[in-house]
């Protein structure tokens, strides 16, 4: 094992890991992963993110809409979970997406959520370069503001997602470890905005 370890601190596998099960309850229960965004499903545009970003394997996790979304949306070369308790909260989607990857042989996961079209795959591809090992944590930040996508070392994940509940997600968790996370500025090439309700519909093209 000893002899794999320069290797993964150099070329780590950074698996993606899309929020996308959110109901959308502030925008008259229209899911957001099914929101147009330059004409095609806005979902389409967090997996490019991610995908252009450097990210693989890439995991969706779908809720509300699950069907539709599936019917709807291209996601095409990623693996897909539905959460059947999506009302709970984005905590039981991060466990969800966490648990999927359990048995994979990725390094760290990278985490977007699907309502934050400003966020692009040249954020992604920064925070992923802050991987050094599997204990790693990362965060863009804008203006000096921790924000999304986060990177997650391997080793992390158990506890992540033991804390992970509610509509917290990890927040809890990069709370107590804010002195572990490392910072990647990421404002001169996203924002990082959310799609909430009716008048956040404006940045959407």
């Not at 996601?75 to 991060?94: F, H």
Request: charged residues 25%; hydrophobic residues 40%; glycine residues 12%.
């Amino acid at each position: 094992m000893a002899t794999d370890t320069p290797r993964r601190a150099e070329n780590p596998k950074v698996a993606g890991v899309l929020l996308a099960a959110g109901g959308g309850r502030r925008l008259g229960g229209r899911p957001k992963a099914l929101l147009e965004h330059r004409g095609r499903p806005l979902i389409e545009h967090a997996v490019r993110s991610l995908r252009n970003g450097g990210c693989g394997p890439l995991h969706v996790v779908l809720g509300a809409a699950a069907e539709e979304v599936r019917a709807r949306a291209d996601l095409t070369g990623c693996a897909v979970s539905v959460n059947p308790g999506w009302k709970e909260g984005m905590g039981s989607s991060l466990r969800l997406g966490l648990a999927a990857l359990a048995a994979t042989d990725a390094d760290a996961a990278l985490v977007l959520l699907v309502d934050q079209p400003g966020i692009g795959a040249e954020a992604v591809a920064r925070v992923r370069l802050a991987y050094r090992s599997r204990a790693s944590l990362a965060a863009a930040s804008y203006g000096g503001e921790r924000s999304h996508p986060v990177l997650f070392g391997s080793d992390r994940w158990t506890d992540i997602a033991a804390a992970a509940v509610g509509d917290r997600g990890a927040r809890t968790y990069l709370r107590e470890h804010r002195d572990a996370i490392a910072l990647v500025e990421c404002s001169d090439v996203a924002e990082a905005y959310d799609i909430d309700t009716s008048r956040d519909l404006k940045h959407l093209e």
